[in-house]
């Protein structure tokens, strides 16, 4: 993966892997060509640049992509992958013989388990959909996207995100003492927390940027799972927070 263009034309192939129509020596090429262990790791410096440094709208767009191809197994909504016991061992062995032709003449194909090829598919779907399951987490996490229509139900689904952290620090009055015990520079309070990430999350709260998705206090529903964990928790919620709670 050397670019957002690399991962956003890996999120439109997902969507067009029908098993039917796509060969064993397809199968190859695509992991081959593809398949990056660096998607895996959601500490992957390069990984994080990438995706932090990308248009909204392609990152967006991604995500789309990965929650379609996640929903519809990757274009084979007809099968059922949990048919088969969760156990099975699978795997394929091969050589490449050359860079061009077609992918039978470039993939000799040594061994094949098991060696059903319809058999094979399924149980090399069935794991590859839960790997862009891990790589969709990996994306949203780094860039703290959700897809569109996703309804995030409860706590322990959001807890993880720098919008919720720094909103119940604020919701508590514990940001209050953080910024003054740090000149109220966002930079340093980030740093007192040992997330430099949660900078602008700091920064835009407390400044007047309502357009903002990093400022806690634009959103109903941001302030509001805050408020209802706070709340779930029996931690004190200090009234001008409540006070800034904008309407839906």
């Known amino acids: 993966m050397k670019s957002i263009e690399d991962l956003l034309n890996y999120s439109n192939l997902i969507n067009k892997l029908n098993l039917e129509s796509k060969s064993i020596h397809y199968i190859i090429w695509f992991e081959e060509e593809f398949i990056d262990k660096d998607f895996l790791d959601i500490n992957c410096p390069k990984f994080q640049s990438i995706l932090i440094n990308a248009e909204e709208k392609k990152v967006r767009l991604i995500i789309k992509n990965f929650d379609k191809a ?53 149980l090399w779907l069935r794991d590859f959909v839960k790997t862009i399951t891990k790589i969709s987490e990996n994306i949203k996490f780094i860039t703290e996207n959700e897809s569109e229509k996703q309804i995030i139900p409860t ?61 806690i206090f634009s959103s109903y529903d941001k302030m509001t799972k805050i408020i209802n964990y706070c709340k779930e928790n029996n931690f004190p919620i200090k009234e001008d927070f409540l006070s800034q709670l904008p309407s839906k």
């Open 70 to 122: 996640i929903k519809s197994q990757c274009g084979n909504n007809s099968l059922d992958l949990d048919r088969h016991a969760k156990d099975i061992y699978w795997n394929y062995s091969y050589k490449k013989e050359s860079n061009e032709g077609s992918l039978r003449k470039r993939f000799a194909l040594h061994e094949l388990i098991p060696n059903d090829e319809k058999f094979f598919k399924e």
């Open 155 to 215: 706590q322990k689904d959001y807890y993880k995100y720098s919008w919720f952290k720094i909103g119940v620090l604020f919701a508590k009055g514990e940001m209050s003492n953080l910024l003054e015990k740090n000149d109220y520079n966002a930079t340093k309070v980030a740093e007192d927390l040992g997330d430099k990430n949660l900078r602008p999350y700091i920064s835009d709260s407390l400044g007047t940027n309502f357009d903002s998705d990093k400022n």
